[in-house]
């Protein structure tokens, strides 16, 4: 079956680096996503991976698939105070209109 | 260009009543999904609608149903409320074979 699982929090400084693990289970995963949450709000799609690739950057964002460990990280580059939200990864199993599986997120708290 | 749009914006109920929720799609997309997230936890699936009929659907009972009109618009009904049906109520839409899914800033149900 499908479980995508995410660490609960993590807490970083203003100026550092942060990763956001996930874990997959389903290895017919087809695309990876990351989002993010601010309070209150709706989820925004930040980026995603492909599953035959390894590496995708976007300006300060870089994700990082593992297929064989089935394992996707998202580092922020940089991080700000306006970073600080829940950050979910989603999976979904083909191409086309698929439902997406999240994990349950991970808090970002950003020290200044 | 809106993004996508939903109505209403919180909305309280009591047991046992009926309650319908608003998704209008961003321009261009085809295919709209609901999701239901509950305090803490990571998005539910509930359904995807895409050329005006059901196409997928999650572990979600018969209350919960849908519809999409030409336009492409939903709505998500759910009848008989029970209090767990309190949660974030969230609408994404897409298109095409990438299935990213832009979400909208969701509905808030309060089931007393």
């Known amino acids: 079956g499908e479980d995508v699982e995410q660490s609960l929090f993590l807490s970083v400084r203003e100026g550092d680096s942060s990763v956001i693990n996930c874990t997959y289970t389903?290895?017919?995963?087809?695309?990876l996503y990351w989002y993010k949450q601010e309070p209150g709000a709706g989820l925004q799609l930040l980026t995603y991976?492909?599953?035959?690739?390894d590496m995708k950057q976007d300006q300060r964002l870089t994700v990082l698939l593992n297929k064989k460990d089935k394992h996707l990280s998202l580092r922020i580059a940089d991080t700000q105070t306006g970073d600080s939200a829940i950050y979910f990864c989603a999976e979904t199993m083909d191409t086309g209109r698929r439902a997406l599986t999240f994990g349950s997120g991970t808090r970002l708290q950003v020290q200044p | 260009d809106a993004g996508v749009t939903q109505s209403p914006t919180h909305l309280i109920k009591t047991r046992g009543q009926q309650v319908t929720l608003r998704c209008s799609p961003k321009s261009g997309h085809d295919t709209v999904s609901w999701y239901q997230q509950a305090l803490g936890q990571g998005p539910q699936f509930i359904f995807q609608?895409?050329?005006?009929?059901?196409?997928q659907r999650g572990n979600f009972p018969d209350r919960f149903s849908g519809h999409q009109f030409p336009n492409y618009s939903s709505e998500l009904n759910v009848n008989a409320l029970l209090l767990g049906d309190s949660a974030l109520y969230l609408c994404?839409?897409?298109?095409?074979?990438?299935?990213?899914?832009?979400f909208g800033p969701g509905t808030r149900l309060t089931v007393l």
């Open positions: 609608y895409y050329e005006e009929e059901e196409r």
């Open positions: 994404a839409s897409s298109s095409g074979p990438s299935n990213e899914q832009f």
């Open positions: 991976i492909f599953s035959n690739m």
């Open positions: 389903d290895s017919s995963s087809t695309y």
